[in-house]
């Protein structure tokens, strides 16, 4: 049984109902043009969809409840918008106004982005830093009454659409690799120029770019928090951002399920649906058990998130788990669907093509297995078994 109450329910309809009308018809137009329409952003903040959690002085509900966005990932997947990852914008992106946004800051820039008006991106990745931040080169220096942000970014979700990015430089290179600035850039700013719209594996509606920026000029009005200390900042938000990795990652793994187990029981092999094989039945059987087990874990750290015990090591696990158990369920859905598996016309192709960078982003599989494998290692891993 799930813990949703009968308004998160009441969220959940409603929110289906608007994904049905406005962005699953238009899905297949915004991949064949590789970006997803500005408007989808406007309409989703009309109905309050789209970043619900600010406080109402700025346009949002003010319930800072994880299982709402929870909601709005699973039911995204379900419709099959995920290309949309209107996530991004209202979950990994605005969250670091919120925290590191003085009050005038979050006057100016939380309303426009609630009503959709702004969309937001956040760029760390360079082409020689993605999960080591310490690589970065683009730097982010203090000069008179302004800062100074000079580099490039890449592989930048939302990168053609955004109108407020959040970037990462470095502040003081040659002494400490870790001491980062966080800034907001904002579209039109001298000096800020995008790339082309990079053409991607999967996930082909959702625009990504790579960012080009010299020498611009940022008023100090501009820079998040305290100078120097965007590495932590950053850090902070990691375990959430794998958390909505896991969610949408699990959501996924069981909409490829329940397409696969609709196909199967209709496809005819020998005479017979191939559900009725022995090998289908028990690798399905192994399937809906594994990704059973992940939703019973997620909703669990939902739980812990919503009070404030979401921990690294617990995230970076559910981000693994369910990553890689997405995976494999997506490589059988398609070998089970047969050649349709591999037709564009067939849900479970696209799905096979967008999951693939799920095992990469918010830290790759590897990156997670070294998280959790130095918590293994250590002294307080057994003092917690003991």
């Not at 980062?180 to 770019?209: H, I, S, W, Y």
């Not at 990691?238 to 196909?263: C, K, M, P, Q, Y």
């Not at 496809?267 to 990704?291: C, H, S, W, Y």
Request: with cysteine.
């Amino acid at each position: 049984m799930r813990n949703f109450t009968e308004e998160q329910n009441m969220f959940r309809d409603a929110y289906r109902k608007f994904l049905e009308a406005e962005i699953a018809p238009n899905i297949e137009m915004w991949r064949e043009q590789n970006i997803v329409d500005r408007s989808a952003f406007k309409k989703a903040g009309d109905l309050g969809f789209l970043m619900i959690w600010p406080d109402e002085q700025y346009g949002g509900m003010g319930d800072k409840d994880f299982r709402f966005e929870q909601i709005i990932i699973e039911e995204t997947v379900r419709q099959g918008c995920a290309e949309w990852f209107n996530t991004l914008h209202s979950r990994l992106v605005g969250p670091y106004i919120q925290h590191f946004g003085n009050d005038e800051q979050k006057r100016r820039f939380l309303p426009g982005c609630v009503s959709g008006e702004k969309i937001l991106a956040i760029a760390m990745t360079e082409p020689d830093a993605g999960s080591d931040l310490a690589g970065m080169r683009t730097t982010l220096k203090e000069e008179g009454d302004h800062f100074v942000l000079h580099g490039s970014k890449t592989y930048i979700s939302n990168g053609i659409n955004a109108d407020y990015i959040i970037v990462a430089g470095k502040s003081d290179p040659a002494n400490n690799p870790h001491a980062m600035t966080l800034c907001v850039v904002e579209r039109g700013m001298p000096g800020f120029e995008r790339g082309r719209n990079l053409d991607k594996m999967g996930m082909k509606a959702q625009d990504t770019a790579e960012l080009f920026f010299s020498n611009v000029k940022i008023p100090k009005e501009n820079i998040l928090g305290e100078p120097g200390r965007g590495f932590i900042y950053l850090m902070q938000g990691l375990a959430e951002e794998r958390l909505i990795a896991a969610v949408g990652s699990v959501s996924s793994a069981r909409r490829a399920f329940n397409l696969t187990r609709d196909f199967v029981m209709e496809r005819k092999v020998f005479g017979k649906p191939l559900a009725a094989m022995q090998n289908t039945q028990f690798k399905m059987a192994e399937m809906d058990a594994e990704i059973a087990v992940l939703e019973v874990f997620v909703d669990h750290l939902v739980a812990l998130h919503n009070v404030g015990q979401l921990n690294v090591n617990m995230a970076a696990k559910a981000k693994l788990q369910t990553t890689e158990v997405e995976w494999k369920m997506l490589d059988l859905g398609v070998q089970l669907h047969g050649g349709a598996g591999y037709m564009k016309e067939y849900p479970i192709c696209n799905m096979f093509t967008d999951a693939r960078v799920n095992r990469i982003l918010a830290g790759s599989s590897e990156i997670m297995k070294l998280i959790i494998s130095r918590d293994i290692f250590s002294e307080k891993y057994r003092s917690n078994l003991d």
